[in-house]
């Protein structure tokens, strides 16, 4: 059997804003993009009764036998929309846990999409989005990423094209927990989104944004404003922002030059916090 390898790129929120709640979950806008920090996940058939999944690399510890994956394919196999097919899945962990880049969502939608590439699975619309929300609310971000834009209605917007900006990533020792930095929201933005346009990816727009979210978790993890607060000095950064309910970290700027200077800067001040630079997709 042929051994495959997917690519599951990280995502980022290059702006978020909490605008209510419904029942149990919040109402939230946003503008996603993608950047090339990527997960890798192996993938064959198998003649077994079971699906294996295995994880491996850095950021692999201490991730739960119940996750986005297992959660996917039980879900798949319960609507028998695999015909019954079972697979061994291997996944190097590239992308930190707890970093609001969605790294198990992420790993959940990139599966979704080679099926449906590879014409193993047919999904509707209306199933792809019930089947998604079963896994997470993030993951239907992932369904052929590019940037997107989410809206308060929970639509979706995509566009082609690369936004073109460098990004140092910076990642604590801590993560957060999505849970609880939502719990802790206690007010809410107006609707900015209100339509789509490509502008709305220009960096005239973006940078007068924000993540609603990053009063919260500056808050409960002072460390993250002091990690927010540094990499704005550095020189040439566009516009800083936490991604997600945190706890990552992204400055962004226009070249790779500038990005180079701000992570020696970075690693100069804050030696033991895992950074990377990347790029978007």
Excluded at 117 to 123: A, E, V
Aim: hydrophobic fraction near 35%; charge should be positive; charged fraction near 25%.
């Amino acid at each position: 059997m042929n051994t495959f390898r997917i690519k599951s790129n990280a995502k980022i929120n290059l702006a978020l804003n909490i605008i209510g709640k419904k029942v149990n979950l919040h109402k939230i806008e946003s503008i996603v993009s993608f950047i090339d920090l990527y997960d890798l996940i192996y993938l064959k058939r198998i003649k077994e009764k079971n699906h294996q999944i295995s994880f491996k690399g850095k950021f692999s510890k201490n991730i739960q036998k119940k996750n986005s994956v297992s959660n996917l394919l039980k879900l798949l196999d319960q609507k028998n929309l695999l015909d019954k097919k079972k697979f061994k899945i291997k996944i190097v962990k590239n992308i930190p846990q707890k970093s609001g880049m969605g790294g198990g969502s992420m790993n959940a939608a990139s599966l979704i999409n080679f099926f449906i590439k590879k014409k193993m699975l047919k999904l509707k619309k209306n199933e792809m989005t019930k089947i998604t929300n079963q896994i997470g609310s993030d993951v239907i971000l992932g369904i052929n990423p590019s940037n997107t834009i989410l809206f308060s209605n929970n639509k979706i917007k995509k566009y082609k094209g690369n936004i073109k900006l460098y990004v140092l990533v910076v990642k604590p020792s801590f993560g957060c927990s999505t849970k609880f930095i939502y719990s802790k929201v206690k007010s809410f933005s107006k609707p900015q989104f209100s339509s789509s346009m490509q502008k709305m990816f220009s960096l005239k727009y973006l940078k007068n944004l924000n993540n609603d979210l990053e009063i919260i978790a500056f808050k409960k993890y002072p460390k993250l404003k002091r990690i927010k607060s540094f990499l704005l000095t550095t020189q040439n950064n566009k516009f800083v922002r936490m991604s997600g309910s945190g706890s990552s970290i992204v400055a962004y700027f226009y070249s790779k030059k500038a990005c180079d200077n701000a992570y020696r800067q970075f690693k100069r001040k804050f030696n033991g916090v895992w950074c990377i630079k990347s790029k978007t997709i």
